[in-house]
């Protein structure tokens, strides 16, 4: 009986409408009806409902062999299928990643428990840049993205940062019609809930036409800073709204991280590149993956993002020589 009552109690908090969504990507597959092969297993739920929605975060530091052998049902290549159902969307998990191994294992440790509760089919993509020049993180972004769909067909975009944890299983990492922001609270670094209402960093959701709608991001970003303004400024110009779920719902822990370097022509990049945004972006993207490989817990590529020609960043590039990474068969 009490769990009975606690079941309601959960399940309509669960459902809480969430904003500006008219329909999701793949309501039409939505039949309880729906007719199914034989030994074809029935598809997940629509929604995830749990009995718990508070998540017990690990925070212990763990090595990569540890780590690696976590999760005896992940495949190489950081692949997972739910077991019982079948998945509504193919999702590719993104990292976009430099330097802060400590973070982006322990963020792993969680998310693919978390994912597979939500009984998600996904992939995780560790794009690492090479160590030279600033950190761009749209253009590892979009390299992310163009790899992604080499290895798989997917529908589903999770671009996540190395350093939040998400606290809550209502927090759905399934797309929409709307891109969604993720990290609506981040309280143990900033104060509760957004900093300022274009805040769109931390980790989002895109299905794939939505990102391609947009051009990727901007590859013109070398260096911390308002690249993921100018995200957000490509999808509103587009005639998107972003999504967002309640605070507690959307809700993350923050990992300690060292800051970068910042990129001291962002603010004049920002602003000038909206009016771009059909000319600069995945359109544009050159670059090699450098090595790669498939462990456990991810695909993991280093990859090496080209500069445009005809800036000091190219001059500087040509300056340091060649790569210092010999690059190895796939
Ligand atoms: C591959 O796997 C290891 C873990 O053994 C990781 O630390 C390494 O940097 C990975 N990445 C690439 C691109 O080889
Ligand atoms: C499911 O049932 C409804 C109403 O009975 C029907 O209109 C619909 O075509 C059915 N869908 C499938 C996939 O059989
Ligand atoms: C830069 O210019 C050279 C020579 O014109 C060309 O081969 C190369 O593809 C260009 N690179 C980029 C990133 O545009």
């Known amino acids: ?34 007719t199914r092969a034989e030994g074809e297993l029935p598809l997940c739920p629509r929604k995830p409902t749990f009995f718990i929605t508070k998540v017990q975060i690990n925070t212990t530091p763990i090595e990569f062999p540890e780590l690696n052998n976590a999760f005896p049902d992940m495949q190489p290549g950081g692949i997972f299928k739910p077991k019982h159902c079948r ?27 978390f994912m597979m509760a939500q009984n998600l089919e996904f992939q995780i993509f560790v794009v690492e840049q090479v160590p030279w020049f600033d950190f761009n993180k749209c253009m590892i972004i ?49 104060k509760r809930g957004l900093g300022y209402y274009r805040y769109f960093g931390g980790a ?10 947009i051009n990727g991001c901007s590859n013109m970003y070398w260096g911390w800073g308002n690249e993921d303004d100018d995200m957000y400024m490509r999808f509103i110009a587009e005639g998107y709204t972003i999504a967002r779920y309640p605070i507690k719902i959307g809700a993350y822990m923050a990992l300690e991280h060292e800051t970068q370097t910042k990129n001291m022509k962002r603010k004049e990049l920002f602003g000038s590149n909206i009016d771009r945004m059909h000319e600069e972006g995945l359109n544009t993207l050159q670059y090699k993956v450098v090595k790669r490989n498939h462990t456990n817990v991810a695909m993991w590529m280093m990859v090496d993002p080209y500069k445009p020609n005809g800036t000091e960043i190219a001059d500087a590039q040509a300056a340091a020589g060649p790569a210092i990474i010999t690059p190895s068969p796939e």
């Open 142 to 190: 979009n390299i992310g993205f163009v790899e992604a769909l080499k290895a798989q067909k997917f529908d589903c975009f999770v671009i996540h940062d190395t350093d939040f944890v998400p606290k809550d299983y209502r927090n759905y990492y399934y797309c929409g019609n709307q891109p969604r922001h993720l990290v609506v609270d981040r309280s143990d670094r900033a």
């Open 1 to 34: 009986m009490v769990s009975v009552v606690l079941y309601f109690l959960v399940y309509t908090v669960a459902n809480v409408p969430v904003s500006h969504e008219k329909r999701s990507l793949t309501e039409d597959e939505d039949r309880t009806n729906e």
């Open 204 to 213: 989002i959701l895109v299905s794939r036409e939505q990102w391609e709608s």
């Open 87 to 113: 998945a509504r969307a193919k999702t590719a998990v993104i990292f976009p990643y430099r330097d802060r191994e400590r973070n982006l294992l322990l963020v792993l440790l969680n998310l693919i428990p």
